[in-house]
């Protein structure tokens, strides 16, 4: 749907045009009119013309008008919102096509208003606020990229549903973040692995402290690791421990499962 103003500035146009209530508009022939489709128009021919114009662009503003003839389809807008008399007969055509604008004006004023009030921050979603705070503590920069950590949002769920932070799903986490989208629309997602790679310093994470993160984000035990990258015990065992670097293929097998699992991209950083 347009805005209120395309609606407020067309009601005038339509007002302040010549001989307007010298038009309307039937369904059928009638000899001697300007024909759209099945409309036949009676009045001023030069009314007409100014008339068409203006309903084209006023059925541009109607939101689903996918008719093949923009013309055909405010006169079909002005029918069903009660200006005229069905099967299809419409007079005062400049008269019901200003009130039908003021009457979407005023529909556009009611959506304009609750999108402001929704976008006012004491009306917030609880994530949302929680992350702006996260963003001036961190002094993060708005823009295309924002990230969120997955801790804050389970944190936050937990806090909203009184639950462990724990028992907040996977599915909660995801539908918190998509409900972020009107606002943030490249917003991404940080999970703990994503983050595995690096300390709070910024150091390097070692391979094994990396494996040691995505299992316990996996809740995986050491034998259901083996299983799933098809090695023994002990080598993942070692590898966990770190007192033996995994072999390159071993590291694409890692990284395999553990996306599968967790539905996203896994890469191990391989520390020198």
Known sequence: MASSDFWRDLAAEFQRLPDGWTLAAHWGDIVGSPAFGKW?????????????????????????????????AWLEKLL????????????????????????????????????????????WLPLR???????????????????????????????QFGIKPEEVT??????AVIELLPYYPAIKLIS???????TEGGQKKTVAAQLNDLKEECHLTVQEVAELVEMEDRSVRRHLSG?????????????????????????ISKTS
């Open 40 to 72: 036949n128009i009676t009045g001023t021919r030069s009314v007409v013309t100014g008339f068409e114009a203006l309903a084209r662009r006023a059925a541009m503003g109607v939101a689903g008008a996918n008719t093949g003839d923009l013309f055909e």
């Open 80 to 123: 069903d919102e009660g200006f005229g008399k069905k099967p299809a007969s419409i007079v005062g055509l400049c008269k019901a096509s200003e009130a039908l604008c003021k009457k979407l004006e005023s529909r556009a004023l009611q959506a304009e208003f609750e999108e402001k009030k929704r976008d006012a921050p004491e009306n």
């Open 192 to 198: 703990p692995s994503r983050l595995s790679a690096e």
């Open 129 to 159: 606020a929680q992350y702006e705070a996260f963003k001036a503590a961190k002094k993060l920069t708005g823009g295309p990229h924002e990230e969120i950590p997955e801790a804050l949002v389970r944190a936050t769920l937990a806090r």
């Open 170 to 175: 996977a599915r909660q986490i995801n539908l």
């Open 243 to 267: 007192s033996s670097t995994p072999y390159d293929r071993h590291l694409r097998a890692y990284e395999r499962e553990f996306s599968k699992i967790l539905n996203r991209k896994v890469v």
